[in-house]
């Protein structure tokens, strides 16, 4: 065994590392043990020692002390006090003093922005008789603002749309939880002991036998709350992988078994594995027979989803695909690791829906080594079901749901419906957006699809905020008043994404900027002060009521308590008790405090994601009966209730995208677009359009590279490190080519998220975003059943040389001062002619 976790612990000098303390000094510096969370962005959220000195970050260690990550960090935490410290982070508000896009701006003090904004709402929404859901409030990926802004919107601004705007289909997670709502009721997550304080050495722990990395790339995105190297150290222990994935990764080169498949896919392949095991019974029919429902049925409908039937269409031999589904069935313990690749397909809830059913019939589920069912730390549960309770329920009632663009389904998620929301600012129906609030993300350059067509929908919005730690190309486009944030050095605050619950603590000073917590407190204060001063008004009550109800309702003088009715619907429903599990555990000893979990060490496990077999306790579900937290009790392996109410296929079925049926079947267009153009893979420098300003970061990892084959480079003569173009129907972009010989020459990998913050910040260069983005070649409103999920990463596109000889605008010109690369975007129409309908058309003619 290459790790040994007792050998490892027994080699830590704990008092060198000043066990039980949280703050001591050392070498003239004041060291914080904490963890980091954002800003800068991560999904995740690592022990360190912060090094402070005279109030100013000077640099960060790993904590070995630290149950999650054991001491190791990534090259963005080490790096951290150079993205805290960069000279040209902004220090004070700012009003715009020039035209958009012209970077001219004016310092003002809080006061003056928290009122300019509070007069304009009043003035333009409220006295023009306008309602609050006028205002959208937009943030992108999960990081330390996932449950802060939804709250901010809600309780603040009293808007129901809230969402990430361009983020077509939500495809980022979203399809995961759905479609694992729909069958087990929780969220699977492979066991690599992280749900256990004493991590490998707990005595119920076992390391899988086989563990699928599908989609996914755990090493260098630490995606979704879940850390890479745990998966090492399992490797390190014996467990064996399966890499299923188009490109060789770090994973692929170590596992029993790879499988290349076409993008997009892995429907194919999920049904055939089913097929095998179904066929060949390797199922774990004891767990099947207590706790799964409709396995007959199941069994009955992938027999027609043979390997042969899956090679054709993911191109992946039909023996691979069988001896991979056996060697996964056939292992004790087996758990599947997805990744966002699930999300970026047209069947991507039913995808999700028909692995979780993989993990379910082979008995893989909450069982050690396996996947296990998790919950946030203590059931803190903040976010957009209680952003609502504070949203007024006629304004609730008109929230930019799915059925406004995708006429069938049911709205069934927290978030505004992302393509209902780019009809409204594209037609002003059903009603016009007036004012956009963005923190926490940088559309233009990174989360919007389309990119070109989101700043087109921007450019005229009557007024726009943007909160940010940094100046991004959305601050500089849109922003009238721009707000400067804390990042995670400057800031208090919690995370539950998973367990433990974990504080971070600030340790240094960035002048006048304030941390999302004490915005959501000044502007709460400013705009409904009749609700803040009695339960928020000040950080400590705030952060004081994350743990004890997690912003819940409860109302100490009737001893009422509320929650959330539901995603879909307005109103609160009275429960018995709006306390968390936190709460209860500490409120008669004193110990629930912000203050107090820091002086533990900044962390506390919680005992449900620590404990296994959740459904025979009766631990899963609300009447506390055993089983799953499905309408029957039951794992739904045909989940005939939850999509039926949803409007979805309960019978997952492959759905090509518009691009790739062309490029399957037309000779023409695969002529003219002769690559499939997979996009936005993680790099370890970078979490997404963030850190770019990191003279560090840049050092390793300078430009956007294209990665492209060694016959592809042959064919077009393209050298190391040549600008080359990207282009489609949609637009292009140019990114530096670098040759992998490992790559199958049908496709390209472009990186997404660029910009140059050393660059010229106004239009019509925008730091350079607009010249290398791949969203310049991506579409919004192409969306898979229920509006969830969007295949962006497996467009189409042609490539050719840069050249100096060919005087046409610059991207970044075409956009902000041409009117963008087409001006015939149709609202709720993907792309505008010579392309297929979507699969949904389709199937209204009868053709899927
Ligand atoms: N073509 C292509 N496009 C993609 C992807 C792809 O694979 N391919 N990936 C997509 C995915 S999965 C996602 S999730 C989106 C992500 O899109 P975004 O979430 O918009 O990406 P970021 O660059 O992380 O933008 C975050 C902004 O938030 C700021 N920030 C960081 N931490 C904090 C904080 O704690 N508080 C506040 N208020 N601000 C903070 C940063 O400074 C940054 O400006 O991009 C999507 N775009
Ligand atoms: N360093 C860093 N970490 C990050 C981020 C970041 O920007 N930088 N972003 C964060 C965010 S918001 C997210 S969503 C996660 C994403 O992180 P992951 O879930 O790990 O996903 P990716 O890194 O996008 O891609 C993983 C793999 O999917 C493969 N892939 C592409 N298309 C397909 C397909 O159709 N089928 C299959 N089976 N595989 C395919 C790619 O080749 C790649 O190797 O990372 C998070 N972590
Ligand atoms: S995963 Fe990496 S970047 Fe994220 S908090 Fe941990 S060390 Fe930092
Ligand atoms: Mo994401």
């Not at 009043?122 to 999960?142: K, M, Q, W």
């Not at 001896?323 to 087996?334: K, P, V």
């Not at 930019?400 to 389904?409: A, C, E, I, N, Q």
């Not at 995208?657 to 003219?672: A, G, M, R």
Request: net charge negative; with cysteine.
């Amino acid at each position: 065994m290459l790790f040994d976790y007792q050998e490892f612990l027994g080699g830590i000098d704990r008092s060198a590392y000043h066990e039980g303390e949280w703050q001591w000094e050392e070498d003239g510096y004041t060291v914080t043990r904490t963890y980091t969370y954002s800003a800068p962005g991560c999904h995740t959220s690592c022990g360190v020692l912060m090094y402070t000195k005279d109030g100013k970050l000077e640099k960060v260690e790993g904590d070995p002390l630290d149950p999650c990550a054991n001491g190791r960090l990534c090259m963005r935490c080490l790096n951290l006090a150079e993205g805290v410290n960069y000279a040209d982070r902004p220090k004070y508000p700012l009003r715009r003093a020039g035209e958009r896009g012209e970077n001219k701006w004016e310092r003002i003090t809080w006061e003056e922005a928290l009122d300019e904004i509070a007069d304009w709402i009043r003035v333009n929404i409220d006295e023009a008789g306008l309602g609050r859901e006028s205002i959208f409030v937009n943030h992108g990926t999960g990081r330390n603002i996932s449950s802060w802004v939804p709250f901010l919107g809600g309780a603040c601004l009293g808007t129901p749309n809230i969402g990430a705007i361009g983020s077509s289909g939500y495809s980022c997670y979203l399809p995961r939880t759905c479609g694992t709502a729909a069958s087990i009721g929780d969220f699977p997550i492979v066991d690599a002991s992280e749900g256990h304080e004493d991590r490998y050495a707990n005595p119920e722990w076992h390391r899988p036998d086989v563990v699928v990395i599908w989609g996914c790339e755990p090493l260098k995105s630490n995606a979704d709350g879940y850390l890479g190297h745990w998966l090492v150290a399992c490797m390190q222990m014996g467990t064996e992988f399966i890499s299923i994935d188009p490109q060789l990764t770090w994973w692929g080169a170590h596992a029993a078994y790879w499988l290349p498949l076409r993008p997009a896919t892995d429907l194919a392949i999920a049904l055939a594995w089913l097929n095998v095991i179904t066929t060949e019974e390797l199922q774990d029919k004891e767990f099947v027979d207590c706790w799964c429902a409709y396995y007959d049925e199941l069994k009955e409908y992938v027999a027609q989803f043979t390997p042969e039937w899956a090679a054709e269409i993911c191109e992946v031999p039909a023996d691979v695909i069988r001896e991979s589904a056996r060697f996964y069935a056939n292992a004790e313990r087996g758990a599947i690791q997805w990744g966002l690749a699930f999300d970026t397909q047209n069947d991507s809830i039913q995808l999700c829906q028909t692995v979780s059913n993989l993990m379910s019939v082979c008995g893989n589920i909450d069982k050690p080594g396996t996947n296990i069912l998790v919950r946030n730390g203590f059931e803190i549960n903040p976010g957009y079901a209680t952003a609502q309770l504070y949203c007024p329920p006629e304004t609730f009632a008109k929230k930019l749901t799915v059925d406004v663009v995708h006429p069938g389904y049911v709205h069934f998620i927290g978030m505004a419906d992302c393509d209902a929301v780019n009809q409204a600012f594209e037609t002003g129906k059903p009603y016009p957006i007036k004012m956009f609030w963005s923190q926490g993300a940088n559309c233009i350059a990174c989360t919007a699809n389309a990119a070109p067509r989101v700043y087109k929908m921007l450019e005229n919005v009557e007024f726009c905020v943007v909160a940010d730690p940094y100046l991004t190309p959305t601050a500089i486009a849109f922003a009238d008043i721009f707000l400067p944030l804390k990042t995670t050095a400057e800031r208090d605050s919690m995370r539950v994404w998973w367990t433990p619950l974990r504080a971070m603590k600030s340790v240094s000073e960035w002048y006048e900027a304030k941390s999302d917590e004490e915005l959501i407190v000044a502007l709460g204060n400013k705009l409904n002060p009749e609700l803040f001063q009695k339960r928020w008004p000040t950080l400590e009550a705030l952060l004081q009521d994350y743990l004890d109800t997690g912003f819940n309702i409860y109302d100490p003088e009737t001893g009422k308590s509320y929650k959330s009715a539901g995603r879909s619907k307005a109103g609160m429903v009275e429960i018995e008790d709006a306390h968390t599990e936190y709460w209860k555990k500490h409120h008669a000893d004193g110990e629930c405090s912000f203050d107090a979990l820091v002086e533990k060490g900044c962390y506390e496990y919680d005992d449900l994601c620590d404990t296994y077999y959740k459904y025979e306790k009766g631990l899963l579900r609300p009447d506390g009966q055993v089983g799953f937290s499905t309408p029957s009790g039951r794992i739904e392996l045909v989940p005939f209730a939850t999509f039926g109410a949803w409007g979805i296929d309960p019978w997952p079925k492959h759905h090509e995208s518009i691009h790739t049926i062309k490029w399957l079947t037309d000779p023409e267009f695969k002529k003219e677009y002769p690559f499939i153009c997979v996009n936005g893979s993680r790099s370890y420098e970078f979490f997404h359009s963030e850190n770019r300003q990191q003279a560090t970061m840049r050092e390793f990892h300078p430009w956007p590279i294209v990665k492209i084959s060694t016959q592809t480079a042959e064919e077009y003569g393209i050298g190391e490190g040549e600008w080359i173009w990207l282009e489609n129907s949609e637009g292009r972009c140019r990114q530096k080519a670098h040759i992998d010989p490992t790559l199958n020459p049908n496709y390209v990998y472009a990186e997404h998220g660029w910009w140059f913050p050393e660059e010229e910040p106004a239009f019509p260069h925008l730091y350079g975003t607009f010249d290398v983005n791949i969203n310049n070649l991506t579409a919004s409103y192409e969306t898979g059943p229920g509006g969830i999920g969007c295949p962006f990463k497996s467009i189409v596109c042609k490539i050719y040389k840069c050249t100096d000889d060919v005087a046409e605008p610059a991207p970044g010109e075409v956009v902000t001062r041409l009117g963008g690369f087409r001006n015939d975007y149709v609202a709720g129409e993907p792309y505008a002619y010579g392309m297929e309908d979507s699969w949904q058309e389709r199937q209204k003619r009868g053709e899927e």
